[in-house]
Antibody, heavy 129, light 107 residues
Framework: QAQLVQSGAAVQKPGASVKISCEAFGYTFVGYTIHWVRQAPGQSLEWMAWLNAGNGNIKYSEKFQDRITLSRDASASTAYMEVRGLRSEDTAVYYC??????????????????????WGQGTVVVVSS | DIEMTQSPSSLSASVGDRVTISCRASQTIARYLNWYQQKPGEAPKLLIYAASNLQSEVPSRFSGSGSGTDFTLTISSLHPDDFATYHCQQSYSAPPTFGQGTKVEIK
């Protein structure tokens, strides 16, 4: 059964860094893209970045591009996200999620789309002095 | 970035009720719209992709419709397990963006 298993909760002081891992089980890790999404307390979901686990291509949200770094270890089927310069506003649950490509026909047209079909359990990061 | 706006932000309903949640995009997104269900303390779960396609093993009481800028998630008969928060997400253009969520509570 496919699953993503994330590293455990972390408590960090302002200005520190945190590195979260996301290990894939039950599917071919390098065949998919991994997204990182966070959710602050009581807030909605906020996309941060994605990493193509096969070719290593990365795209960062403009909001986070100066403070986060994505990486992967294909031999360990694991993706990583490091967040630097932590602030209290970074207190949130951080999720990794697998992107699944979708190829479908609607009417007479063919569409290529994607969705996040498999999510990690989330990693709580608390930033507090 | 494309802004996604859901309405209502929350609603109270009873088991057996028909529930409708709306999602509006700030620009046309064709049918590049996904819906997720999230229960407290859990990760989101994909319900519907490409506006109206039911994800595998999702009950048929869930349905999605719409195209362009206006989309709807419908639960035909609310089950106890359906009390949760529902999020829409556009996959039309980067960055992917989510609505603010609609919390479905027990009346």
């Amino acid at each position: 059964q496919a699953q993503l298993v994330q590293s455990g909760a972390a408590v960090q002081k302002p200005g520190a860094s945190v590195k979260i891992s996301c290990e894939a089980f039950g599917y071919t890790f390098v065949g998919y893209t991994i997204h990182w999404v966070r959710q602050a307390p009581g807030q909605s979901l906020e996309w941060m970045a994605w990493l193509n686990a096969g070719n290593g291509n990365i795209k960062y949200s403009e909001k986070f591009q100066d403070r986060i770094t994505l990486s992967r270890d294909a031999s360990a089927s694991t993706a990583y996200m490091e967040v630097r310069g932590l602030r209290s506003e970074d207190t949130a649950v951080y999720y990794c999620a697998r992107e699944v490509p979708i190829d479908y026909v609607w009417g007479t047209n063919r569409f290529l789309d994607d969705a996040l079909d498999l999510w990690g359990q989330g990693t709580v990061v608390v930033v507090s002095s | 970035d494309i802004e996604m706006t859901q309405s209502p932000s929350s609603l109270s309903a009873s088991v057996g009720d028909r529930v409708t949640i709306s999602c509006r995009a700030s620009q046309t997104i064709a049918r590049y719209l996904n819906w997720y269900q999230q229960k407290p303390g859990e990760a989101p779960k994909l319900l519907i992709y490409a506006a109206s396609n039911l994800q595998s093993e999702v009950p048929s009481r869930f349905s999605g419709s719409g195209s362009g800028t206006d989309f709807t998630l419908t639960i035909s008969s609310l089950h106890p397990d359906d009390f949760a928060t529902y999020h829409c997400q556009q996959s039309y253009s980067a960055p992917p963006t989510f609505g603010q969520g609609t919390k479905v509570e027990i009346k």
